[in-house]
């Protein structure tokens, strides 16, 4: 069955970087778009980036566009969210999920980044 | 990239029907066939209840439905059970390569 477990979360503060992780079982990887989605804690659902099965073009949200870089390895089946330049606004349960055709069909649990000094 | 507008909260009896708009432009849900639905309960990752506008995917009760016209989107419950109360989302693929999510409902079984 489909799996993706992100980790790497917890507390940072404001300025400094933190990468997250997303390991992906159960489906063939290398042949399906990424997204990360995040949450605030009692907000709604935010889209943060996407990448292509292939890795080869990268999307990002207006909010994090030259702070968040996605990326992935296909040999380890894992997700990457690098973030930098952390604010107090980017605090939030991270999700990562995989993309078909343009929706979002598996989630991960989630993550939670707390940035905070 | 502004949140496309949902109602903050909707509400029915067990058995009724209820219909949450997801309202957005021609650059996102009128422009776009990839509008899709999420439910998600507290403290859980959102599920997808709906793809493409109207599809549901094996597994989410037909009770669940989706239709689009103009720059708005619809998802209705019908039959309303007490599992179906949590917050609901929509969410449109942009014309700028972006995804846009609604602000939310919360749908509250009485």
């Known amino acids: 069955q489909v799996q993706l477990v992100e980790s790497g979360g917890g507390v940072v503060q404001p300025g400094r970087s933190l990468r997250l992780s997303c390991a992906a079982s159960g489906f063939t990887f290398s042949r399906f778009g990424m997204h990360w989605v995040r949450q605030a804690p009692g907000k709604g659902l935010e889209w943060v980036a996407m990448i292509w099965y292939d890795g080869s073009n990268k999307y990002y949200g207006d909010s994090v566009k030259g702070r968040i870089t996605i990326s992935r390895d296909q040999s380890k089946n894992t997700l990457y969210l690098q973030m930098n330049s952390l604010r107090v606004e980017d605090t939030a349960v991270y999700y990562c999920?995989?993309?078909?055709?343009?929706?979002?069909?598996?989630w991960g649990q989630g993550t939670l980044v707390t940035v905070s000094s | 990239q502004s949140a496309l507008t949902q109602p903050p909260s909707a509400s029915g009896s067990p058995g009724q029907s209820v219909t949450i708009s997801c309202t957005g432009t021609?650059?996102?849900?009128?422009?776009?066939?990839?509008v899709s639905w999420y439910q998600q309960h507290p403290g859980k990752a959102p599920k997808l209840m709906i793809y493409?506008?109207?599809k549901r995917p094996s597994g989410v009760p037909d009770r669940f439905s989706g239709s689009k016209s103009g720059n708005t989107a619809s998802l209705t419950v019908s039959g309303l059970q007490a599992e179906d109360e949590a917050d609901y989302y929509c969410t449109s693929y942009a014309d700028n390569n972006s995804w846009v999510f609604g602000t939310g409902t919360k749908v509250t079984v009485l």
């Open positions: 493409e506008v109207s």
């Open positions: 021609s650059s996102d849900v009128g422009g776009s066939n990839y």
């Open positions: 999920a995989r993309d078909v055709d343009r929706f979002f069909d598996y």
